[in-house]
């Protein structure tokens, strides 16, 4: 069998966005932000799917999971992600509501450890630093990893307030060691032997850590690192109110070294 031979890939074209969604063997992996329901409901149409996940709870992955419920099927999500959404989808940013839409409040169920269609097995892995409940689904046989947004590009500029780069490295680390065959992106689509790709980014990011660290260890407080590093901002931090900020990888690691450290005093 061909690398993803079964595997269908749509692409969503949404305001400013563009996502992908896949079925394989009657499986439904994410489904899209609310300005494509429309492609989301010819999907639907078309292919029947008998169960859906997600990969994580953001608008361009879980934004028509009320269109799945209203069609039978409760899609699955990792408890943190359920979390997040158990009062219905948490206040947006500006840049957010404008881009993404605003989803509707929706029904989800927890992923559990295998997930398991007709023809196929898949491991669920937790692989979090994108988002809370971020995880992926691996296909042992067919060496297909549905990463979700773990893997958006090798080049990382800037971080989202919420991501974290020690859970990345670690979720890197996690991946590093699968045979892959594909890799499905829900931005860039597939990428078939991606090893390279995902040794660039492990390389990229652990770089940037161990730098941060480095500095650190010499007793360089937030603004020198950041002036050292030549962290200007440009204009996506102003254009998402600070969410995407080159500063955050610096605080992403500080703030992970000092909880350490007060574990270990503890």
């Not at 989800?108 to 398991?116: A, G, I, S, T, Y």
């Not at 060691?177 to 090893?195: A, E, F, K, Q, W």
């Not at 500063?247 to 005093?265: M, Q």
């Amino acid at each position: 069998m061909e690398p993803g031979e079964g595997v269908r890939q749509v692409r969503l074209h949404g305001r400013t966005d563009r996502s992908c969604v896949y079925v394989v063997d009657g499986l439904l992996i994410d489904c899209g932000p609310p300005p494509c329901r429309r492609a989301m409901k010819r999907l639907l149409d078309e292919e029947k799917p008998e169960q859906a996940a997600l990969t994580h709870y953001h608008e361009q992955h879980s934004g028509n999971a009320d269109l799945l419920n209203a069609r039978g099927l409760v899609p699955f999500l990792h408890p943190d992600g359920i979390e997040v959404l158990k009062n219905g989808f948490p206040p947006q940013l500006l840049y957010r509501r404008l881009l993404y839409g605003r989803p509707a409040a929706a029904r989800f169920q927890p992923l559990p450890e295998v997930l398991r269609t007709p023809r196929h097995t898949f491991q669920v892995l937790s692989l979090p630093g994108h988002c809370p409940g971020h995880a992926g689904l691996y296909e042992p046989d067919r060496q297909w990893l549905f990463a979700g947004d773990l893997y958006t590009g090798t080049l990382i500029t800037s971080m989202k307030e919420e991501e974290d780069l020690e859970e990345l490295i670690a979720s890197y680390k996690k991946i590093r060691s699968l045979p892959i065959r594909v890799l499905y992106c829900s931005h860039i689509g597939s990428i078939t032997d991606p090893h390279y790709l995902i040794e660039n980014k492990w390389y990229n990011l652990t770089s940037i850590r161990d730098t941060i660290v480095g500095m650190k260890n010499r007793r360089m407080k937030f603004g020198q690192i950041k002036r050292a590093m030549r962290m200007k901002e440009g204009w996506r931090y102003y254009l998402t109110q600070g969410d995407f900020a080159k500063s955050h990888f610096i605080t992403s690691v500080l703030e992970h070294r000092e909880e350490d450290a007060g574990r270990r005093e503890g």
